[in-house]
């Protein structure tokens, strides 16, 4: 079961960005609109991939609202 963990991962990649008016709650920098493309791998070799747009802070990258 433990080898399974290190066989499967999640990849996150930012294809586009435009800025938005608004600013992160978290550490108070501005924001920007983001298409994401979310790919999930298995032993290196992606099998399923979605296309989605957020929300997502500049400076720290976390996501404040998705759109999915």
Do not use: E, N
Request: with cysteine.
């Amino acid at each position: 079961m433990v080898c399974f963990c290190f066989l499967v991962d999640q990849r996150r990649k930012v294809w586009r960005t435009k800025p938005v008016a608004g600013t992160c709650s978290r550490c108070g920098s501005g924001a920007s609109v983001a298409d994401i493309k979310t790919s999930t791998r298995f032993c290196y070799i992606p099998f399923y991939w979605k296309s989605w747009k957020a929300i997502m802070c500049t400076f720290c990258g976390s996501i404040l609202k998705s759109y999915r």
